[in-house]
């Protein structure tokens, strides 16, 4: 067994800079949609799409927790700005798939450019085992905010 070692971070020091740390990303990604033209859903639905696409427009109105016809009408934007594209499905000619570009409106890709270098540069100095740990709470902070969105 090992031993547990003794955490030396004060926990309401921890709680603090979490929140601050989560208001500083959600005050980002409003700026980020905004410097693109963007709506919130839009700018999420985008990266959605970049992440895990294509999606079906059901797939995507399931993970954005909106109705189809909202996130039918996030799409009609997205690909009007040349960002997504409708595409045939590959696993069924009957559907169609929404697929991201990789275009990016003007300004965003910079503004994401701005952040990405110096969170690149943090987690790159960090030691193998404590990216491992970011990678863990990562994954765990991702399950429990997703689990209770579709709450």
């Known amino acids: 067994m090992y031993a547990q070692k003794e955490s030396t ?3 309401s020091d921890m709680t603090r800079t979490y929140r601050t740390y989560l208001a500083s990303v959600v005050h980002f990604h409003l700026a980020a949609a905004e410097a693109g033209g963007l709506g919130p859903s839009d700018y999420q639905a ?4 970049d992440l895990d696409g294509p999606l079906t427009t059901g797939q995507l109105a ?5 109705s189809p016809s909202a996130t039918t009408r ?4 997205l690909v009007a700005a ?7 499905d590959p696993t069924d000619r009957r559907r169609t798939v929404v697929a991201h570009t990789g275009h990016l409106p003007d300004g965003l890709a ?10 690149g540069e943090a987690v790159a100095s960090l030691t ?8 863990a709470y990562f994954r765990a902070a991702m399950e429990a905010y997703t689990a209770a969105a579709r709450e």
């Open 128 to 135: 193998e085992e404590q990216q491992e740990g970011l990678v």
């Open 62 to 66: 399931e993970n954005l927790g909106l």
């Open 74 to 77: 996030v799409v009609d934007r």
């Open 110 to 119: 910079e503004l994401l450019d701005r952040v990405r270098g110096p969170i």
């Open 46 to 49: 985008s990266s959605m799409i």
């Open 9 to 11: 971070v004060n926990p």
């Open 82 to 88: 040349g960002i997504a594209e409708r595409r045939v």
